[in-house]
């Protein structure tokens, strides 16, 4: 099928079947003569299933991650009225997606703030503020959210993250890390996200916010002496030039500074030779123990 058809078939918009084609990497049409994207039958019959189960409040990233047999089994759970074992967090991202629907931005703050307190900042950050992003981004791809609606959020989440921070003990010990996006790259939530966690840790953290060109990265990383550059890619962000930025960058900076890439955006880059991919939060501790394993006597 042409993508009009799918369009027509599914009830899914053309702009979300190509967000999803570039964020998940399904589905993955064909191109006919004219370089036109057409779709084989098996995609627009998963496509279906998926269109039905996120009607029943599923989400897709979880669902694209599903196989075949795992998808109807899911269907005929709903079919059935039966619902499959929630995430722990799911009540609260619901009601987070509904309150910023809502325009209620007291309630908002209150719940995000309260949900912080509960489990504490590393917890919140890694078992709800990344499972939530992703629920926000597919909301607006979706067409769920308008754009303002997805500034508020984000908005909101940044001023907690930035309050947390602030009151965490000053950073002092190593490895100090550098933080930042190249130019083109908007969204921050990540590396703030990626800065609490390491902050938390005792890291050095020093953030120079977003879109940062390639040679003033490079000069931060002289002037603060920097361990560690690590930078930023979310879904949004072309995968193709991924690769390309991370090896200029690496040709820019001392041998003895590590280059770390985390985000979505980073998961999906090919070639990205000179940095350390980071697939999660918990895989950036990880790389931050391994750094101090190797210098012991740095903290």
């Not at 599914?10 to 004219?34: A, M």
Request: glycine share 8%; charged share 20%; aromatic share 6%.
């Amino acid at each position: 099928m042409p993508i009009g058809s799918v369009e027509r078939d599914t009830g899914l918009r053309k702009d979300t079947l190509r967000v999803w084609e570039r964020r998940y990497g399904f589905p993955r049409p064909d191109r006919d003569d004219h370089g036109e994207r057409i779709y084989p039958a098996e995609q627009v019959e998963r496509l279906r299933l998926v269109k039905q189960l996120i009607d029943r409040g599923h989400r897709p990233g979880r669902l694209f991650a599903a196989s075949e047999q795992e998808l109807a089994a899911l269907c005929r759970s709903a079919s059935a009225g039966v619902t499959g074992e929630p995430h722990p967090g799911e009540s609260l991202i619901r009601r987070t997606i509904d309150l910023v629907k809502a325009n209620d931005i007291g309630a908002l703050r209150q719940t995000l703030n309260h949900a912080m307190m509960r489990q504490g900042l590393q917890s919140f950050v890694i078992d709800l503020v990344v499972p939530l992003n992703q629920a926000v981004g597919e909301a607006w791809m979706n067409g769920e959210f308008a754009v303002f609606e997805e500034h508020l959020y984000t908005e909101q989440l940044t001023s907690l993250l930035r309050q947390a921070i602030g009151n965490l003990p000053p950073g002092g010990g190593r490895p100090r890390i550098l933080l930042t996006t190249v130019p083109d790259e908007q969204h921050a939530l990540g590396l703030l996200t990626a800065e609490v966690v390491l902050a938390l840790e005792g890291a050095d953290c020093i953030s120079l916010g977003t879109q940062t060109p390639l040679f003033d990265i490079q000069m931060a990383a002289r002037a603060y002496q920097a361990d560690i550059v690590a930078l930023s890619f979310s879904a949004a962000f072309p995968a193709r030039r991924v690769g390309p930025l991370i090896k200029r960058l690496r040709q820019f900076l001392p041998a003895t500074v590590e280059l770390w890439a985390g985000g979505a955006g980073a998961q999906r880059a090919t070639q990205a030779t000179g940095a350390i991919l980071l697939a999660s939060l918990p895989a950036a501790l990880a790389a931050l123990a391994t750094w101090r394993g190797r210098r012991p006597a740095d903290h």
